[in-house]
Structures are given as C-alpha cells and as structure tokens.
C-alpha cells in the first residue's frame, strides 16, 4: 500500500512560481505512475499533470501546458509539480495520486483511475 502526502502549497501571487511535492512512502513506488489533481472550489477534481513510473512519459493537461512541469526521483520517491506564472485559475487543492494503468492512453483520456491518494495540498492565489 502506497502512501502519498502532499506538500508545498500555500499563498502565492500571480505570475509567481511554486512547486508542489509528492512524498511516497509504503510500497514499491518506482513501479507506480502518478498524477497530479487540481480541484477548483465548486469544480470537479481534473487530472492536470502524470508522468510515468521511469519519468519519460508525461502528460498535461491543455490547460497548465507550458506553465506546469512534472517530474520524479525514485530513489527519493518523490514526486515533483512545477508551476510557473501563476494565475487566478490555478487557485484550488491539488491531489497526488498513484497507479499502475495498464496503459497510456487511459492516462491521456483521463479516464484511469488511480489507486492511492494524497490529502492535498491547497494553493491560494492573489492579484
């Protein structure tokens, strides 16, 4: 069983940068893909950013492409969202989440569903 926390998040302006971390403790988690989650007060969760279990998939949503970067170290089992630029819509609780889905399409469909959750991390954003 994975267990995943999430840190990092807090008050930030717009067009500031921050970074959001996913520490992962109680399994093989190299072995797992992870994804990250925004959910926007009153919105549903989206999938915002996933990236493979060696790190050379990733994926992004049309939304943060350009601004967001995900990446990993396995041996730190981390789990890593760079946010640059900071907007207003970036404002919400981001979730990690961890799988093994059979393939990547589900992951790009969106329609995989992780297995383990973090309790997240809330980001605030100010004008």
């Known amino acids: 069983q994975v267990q995943l926390v999430e840190s990092g998040g807090g008050l930030v302006q717009t067009g500031e940068s921050l970074t959001l971390t996913c520490a992962a403790s109680?399994?093989?988690?190299?072995?797992?893909?992870v994804g990250w989650f925004r959910q926007a007060p009153g919105k549903d969760r989206e999938l915002v950013a996933a990236?493979?279990?060696?790190?050379?998939?990733?994926h992004y949503a049309d939304s943060v492409k350009g601004r967001f970067t995900i990446s990993r170290d396995n041996a730190r089992e981390m789990v890593y969202l760079q946010v640059k630029n900071v907007k207003p819509e970036d404002k919400g609780t981001y979730y990690c989440?961890?799988?093994?889905?059979?393939?990547?399409?589900?992951?790009?469909?969106?329609?995989?569903?992780?297995?383990?959750w973090g309790q997240g991390t809330q980001v605030t954003v100010s004008s």
């Open positions: 109680g399994g093989q988690f190299s072995m797992y893909a």
């Open positions: 990236i493979g279990v060696s790190g050379k998939s990733t």
């Open positions: 989440a961890a799988g093994r889905p059979p393939d990547w399409v589900r992951i790009v469909a969106a329609t995989f569903e992780f297995d383990y």
